[in-house]
């Protein structure tokens, strides 16, 4: 089991930054991925952010504004959100995930809302 604490959404204008964290507890030693992913209203969950050692892969909408950092003695996550945009409002949510042999395990966050006002 892996516990996880999100913080630093809010209310933000469009141009501002804000910057996410999530702090994983438990089993952490089994995570492999840690990732952000977002939901607006109406619309499907979706994955904004991914970071693996030191690969990270971005969705193509946030690429060059959002930065995904993680601190592995921590066991904490990052999403430094820049040039926020009225489309990035939405509840964003922390995963871990990991793989043994072919099932895939995910953990997730309560949600954190962000709201940026134009």
């Known amino acids: 089991q892996v516990q996880l604490v999100e913080s630093g959404g809010g209310l933000v204008q469009a141009g501002g930054s804000l910057r996410l964290s999530c702090a994983a507890s438990g089993n952490i030693f089994s995570i492999n991925t840690m990732g952000w992913y977002r939901q607006a209203p109406g619309k499907q969950r979706e994955l904004v952010a991914a970071?693996?050692?030191?690969?990270?892969n971005y969705a193509d909408s946030v690429e060059g504004r959002f930065t995904i950092s993680r601190d592995n003695a921590k066991a904490t996550v990052y999403l430094q959100m820049n040039s926020l945009k009225p489309e990035d409002t939405a509840v964003y949510y922390c995963?871990?995930?990991?793989?043994?042999?072919?099932?895939?395990?995910?953990?997730w966050g309560q949600g954190t809302q962000v709201t940026v006002s134009s």
């Open positions: 970071i693996s050692g030191y690969h990270t």
């Open positions: 995963n871990v995930n990991w793989f043994v042999l072919r099932s895939r395990y995910d953990y």
